[in-house]
């Protein structure tokens, strides 16, 4: 892509993922499966070269309870469009920072610790709705990182499109790698609910 249409894409694809997004449909449908939950895609100035997105969740049901606190950096690289995931050293710092984006603000990048194992390739399709972006993982690689001392494992992978967001995350079990939470019977299928 020429430099400037890869601008254009890339900041598309942070104006799809920037909302607050719902899944009510989904849960309402199949309760035992998917619990109805809420995200937020926040965007984050923080780097010269590339866009940022802040990112928690919440059930409904304990909304002042966000968890899985991490940032997105979104930017091109030598393949085309890439997604670099971080971790927050102290994730209570900016815990809730959906809700009240003021606890961003003074966000750094001495904040943040780089998950080098941690990265999605981005394809691009046209549609009549639009530009619809998969993300998935490189071949033979695996998000592996440590948090609290813990090895943690994840296998990442989402799809923006305009006003909805399909999350393919789940836990995996390092020692038998098995799927433990999240996207275990298919994507969670978020509506957006309000852009940012």
Not at 38 to 47: A, K, N, T
Not at 85 to 111: H, I, M, N, W
Request: hydrophobic share 40%; proline share 6%; charged share 25%.
């Amino acid at each position: 892509m020429e430099r400037d249409r890869v601008i254009k894409v890339l900041q598309t694809l942070a104006a799809y993922l920037a909302g607050e997004f719902d899944n009510q449909d989904q849960a309402r449908e199949s309760p035992a499966w998917f619990v109805h939950l809420r995200l937020w895609q926040r965007p984050v100035h923080l780097f010269e070269d590339s866009l940022a997105i802040f990112a928690e969740q919440s059930n409904v049901l304990k909304l002042d309870q966000p968890y899985r606190q991490r940032l997105l950096r979104l930017q091109e690289d030598d393949r085309g469009l890439k997604v670099q995931y971080y971790q927050f050293k102290d994730p209570s710092s900016v815990r809730g920072a959906g809700q009240q984006p003021e606890l961003l603000d003074r966000l750094t990048e001495d904040a943040i610790e780089l998950l080098p194992s941690c990265t999605l390739q981005v394809a691009v399709n046209s549609t009549d709705q639009g530009l619809h972006f998969i993300a998935s993982p490189p071949p033979d690689t695996q998000c592996v990182f440590s948090l609290g001392g813990n090895t943690i494992q994840v296998a990442l992978g989402f799809e923006a499109m305009r006003d909805r967001f399909l999350s393919y995350d789940k836990g995996i079990d390092p020692e038998t790698q098995r799927p433990i939470w999240g996207a275990l019977l298919g994507a969670y299928e978020f509506q957006k609910v309000r852009s940012y």
